[in-house]
């Protein structure tokens, strides 16, 4: 059982917005920065969103990330059949002295 | 470009021992943190391990506790994880990963970069 909690799938239509929840605690989420990784099937992760909220270059404006208190969520606008992949969020917990993951929400695009 | 290429995966028999290994090329290797991060079959990423710029400060999760060391070698641009004592449960695909701590404060942590990884099998 992951530290942080994903909700397992999330799915929405060609065009349409997803969120993507990330639920922790005060020694993770709450004090740490959080990012987000898209894997693609049969590929290595990429790192979508870091800081929060801030995108690497090359990353399109439809994702976004956000945080408060103990949660982040990854926001995806505009969906394309390209987006379906599983996704992950990430952050540094203090009371572990390691990294955790959440355990992933695989996006389908209908 | 920014390279990172995972070798020593293999068919390893319960208990028994294995070195991976992660090139990197196209930065300058010395000046990152590093992490291994794996993936059992059809499941999520798991943090492995993450060793500080100079090797002085290694962190693992507690599953590889005892049994998995991280090191690296600047002179050589190459990440190492020693296992041991392996297990079934550590069949995976092992991933490389850069790893971001900006101002040394790992508050701030993130992996930026991710080889393709390598295949452990552990056979009981």
């Known amino acids: 059982q992951s530290v942080l909690t994903q909700p397992p799938s999330v799915s929405a239509a060609p065009g349409q917005r997803v969120t993507i929840s990330c639920s922790g605690h005060r020694s993770n989420i709450a004090n740490n920065y959080v990012s987000w990784y898209q894997q693609l099937p049969r590929t290595a992760p990429k790192l979508l969103i870091y800081d929060n909220n801030k995108r690497p270059s090359g990353i399109p404006d439809r994702f976004s990330g956000s945080k408060s208190g103990t949660s982040a969520t990854l926001g995806i606008t505009g969906l394309q059949t390209g987006d379906e992949a599983d996704y992950y969020c990430g952050t540094w917990d203090s009371s572990l002295s390691g990294w955790v993951f959440g355990g992933g929400t695989k996006l389908t695009v209908l | 470009e920014v390279q990172l290429v995972e070798s020593g995966g293999a068919l390893v028999q319960r208990g028994g021992s294995l070195r991976l290994s992660c090139a990197a090329s196209?930065?300058?290797?010395?000046?990152?943190?590093m992490s291994w991060v794996r993936q059992a079959p059809g499941k999520g990423l798991e943090w492995v391990s993450s060793?500080?710029?100079?090797?002085?400060?290694?962190y693992h999760a507690d599953p590889v506790k005892g049994r998995f060391t991280i090191s690296r070698d600047n002179s050589k641009n190459t990440l190492y994880l020693h296992m041991n004592s392996l297990r079934a449960e550590d069949t995976a695909v092992y991933f490389c990963?850069?790893?971001?701590?900006?101002?040394?404060?790992?508050?701030?942590?993130?992996?930026?970069?991710w080889g393709k990884g390598t295949t452990v099998t552990v056979s009981s």
């Open positions: 196209g930065f300058s290797f010395s000046r990152y943190a």
């Open positions: 990963a850069r790893s971001v701590i900006p101002y040394g404060d790992y508050s701030y942590f993130y992996m930026d970069v």
């Open positions: 060793i500080g710029v100079s090797g002085g400060s290694t």
